[in-house]
């Protein structure tokens, strides 16, 4: 019989690691129940390469809601096409209880796994995000608890999934979640995902909508190395974002055109080139998550700036997830099952997609 009055630093041994290692509500965590690779987070940025995000399906307020609902033939075209990795934005705020302990709805967690195991079946990486968690711009201290527990069921449920699923902590935080106050919540966040998820490579990004210059001012643990930075790139937005019903004034800016001459590169070469060299400095690989031109600008333009933008990050060393495959700025016709051939060629040169399928 175990008697603590007896064995006094071994139950305090063993209270110390059990409640050391308790969730954030408690519970006690699950490890996996095998050994998953811990790969370089430089290494694995090598291998997500080139992708695509699925966008406006799993974070809209309700899938179908904004025209798009997953089916598996998408999935099989992304990957003909030479794509790397799928990134998967997902709403699950509005899929979950807002008391604790924030129980994420079954069916939900169903539907993300058969999209998940839609691209890790044909041999794709996928970054599985929280996405358009809303409050947690308007109201961060209010959400960082839900947000937390959301992550804790997310990281529990696929603690047993190859070291090709990744998850990316949250999409663009902006406005009240202030730099400082950020670097205090991923700090947490990370901390729980760790308990279940020991070395599975992470994707964090800076404030402001995950803004290159926003970069300085993003702090990591310094003693995590599965980390992996993201960044979105829409510049100049002005080009970019004409015509976007969602952003205040785009209308007037319908019609600008992007030429590619050497000031229009050179615009974007520095933005770029001032990001690689932070994570240079930093020892940690970026990963450009989101860049794309809205379908309201020209087609040329948009070919020239995509290949333009793809080509850099790659010359400087970041993997990279074009927004979006589908939809507004999509490079794929879901009613046709057809392709916009120049928008996906310039992401995916044809000579080199026998390098991307690798
Ligand atoms: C948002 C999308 C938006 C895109 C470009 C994404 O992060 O989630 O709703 O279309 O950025 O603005």
Same mark, same amino acid.
């Given at each position: 019989m175990f008697a603590p009055n007896r064995y006094p630093l071994l139950f305090l041994t063993v209270f110390v690691l059990v409640v050391g290692s308790l969730g954030c509500d408690g519970s006690t965590p699950t490890e996996p129940d095998r050994d998953i690779p811990d790969v370089d987070p430089f290494e694995m940025n090598a291998r997500l390469a080139r992708g695509v995000n699925f966008g $406006?399906?799993? /974070?809209?307020?309700?899938?179908?809601?904004?025209g798009i609902t997953l089916d598996a033939r998408q999935f099989q075209r992304a990957k003909e096409a030479g794509f790397n990795t799928i990134r998967l934005p997902v709403r699950w705020s509005n899929h979950a209880?807002?008391?604790?302990?924030y129980t994420i709805d079954a069916s939900f967690f169903n539907r993300v796994d058969w999209a998940i195991n839609q691209a890790l079946s044909r041999d794709m990486n996928v970054i599985l995000n929280v996405h358009h968690y809303e409050e947690m711009a308007s109201n961060p201290r209010d959400h960082r608890d839900r947000w937390l527990g959301l992550w804790k069921q997310i990281a529990e449920h696929y603690r $047993?999934?190859? /070291?090709?699923l990744l998850f990316e902590l949250?999409?663009?935080?902006?406005n009240q979640l202030t730099a400082s106050l950020w670097n205090e919540f991923l700090d947490a966040c990370i901390q729980e995902i760790r308990l279940t998820n020991p070395t599975r490579n992470l994707i964090v990004g800076p404030v402001f909508w995950n803004n290159t210059n926003s970069l300085p001012q993003l702090q990591l643990?310094?003693?995590?190395?599965n980390l992996i930075v993201t960044i979105h790139f829409y510049e100049p937005f002005m080009f970019t974002h004409q015509?976007?019903?969602?952003?205040?004034?785009?209308?007037?800016?319908?019609?600008t055109q992007w030429f590619g001459t050497t000031q229009d590169q050179a615009f974007v070469t520095n933005i770029l080139e001032r990001a690689a060299a932070w994570g240079t400095t930093n020892n940690r690989p970026l990963f450009l998550g989101e860049f794309g031109a809205y379908s309201q600008a020209d087609m040329f333009s948009r070919v020239r700036w995509t290949d333009y933008v793809a080509r850099e990050a790659e010359r400087l060393g970041m993997s990279w997830s074009y927004?979006?495959?589908?939809?507004?700025?999509?490079?794929?016709?879901?009613?046709?099952?057809?392709?916009?051939e120049a928008l996906r060629d310039a992401l995916l040169p044809p000579a080199t997609t026998a390098v991307a399928k690798r």
């Open positions: $406006n399906a799993l /974070e809209a307020p309700r899938e179908g809601e904004w209880s807002s008391t604790a302990p $047993n999934y190859d /070291e090709n949250l999409n663009e935080p902006n643990p310094a003693d995590d190395d015509g976007a019903e969602w952003v205040n004034g785009a209308d007037a800016w319908l019609g927004w979006e495959f589908m939809s507004g700025f999509g490079i794929y016709n879901i009613s046709n099952d057809s392709w916009n």
